[in-house]
């Protein structure tokens, strides 16, 4: 199964975002899973993402909060 999700990413030359629904019951995070929790995924998002990661870490603390608590609830 694993390697026909990178044959397609391969065939693609793109990578796809995985749904979040589950979230809450992942323990790693990003393609590679080098990420254990979900501000660190979001800090080592860059390219397309960089815009939409620099909105988050200039929201205030409580609403960094309130959106990870959402995605943690998904």
């Given at each position: 199964?694993?390697?026909d999700v990178i044959s397609v990413f391969r065939w693609r030359r793109r990578w796809r975002t995985a749904?979040?629904?589950?979230?809450?019951?992942?323990?790693?995070?990003?393609?590679?899973?080098?990420?254990?929790?979900?501000?660190?995924?979001?800090?080592?998002?860059?390219?397309?993402?960089?815009?939409?990661?620099?909105?988050?870490?200039?929201?205030?603390?409580?609403?960094?909060?309130?959106?990870?608590?959402?995605?943690?609830?998904?």
């Open positions: 199964a694993t390697r749904p979040l629904w589950g979230l809450r019951a992942r323990n790693f995070f990003l393609h590679d899973a080098r990420a254990t929790d979900l501000v660190t995924a979001i800090r080592l998002h860059g390219g397309e993402a960089s815009q939409v990661r620099n909105r988050f870490f200039n929201l205030p603390a409580i609403q960094r909060a309130d959106l990870v608590a959402f995605l943690r609830s998904l």
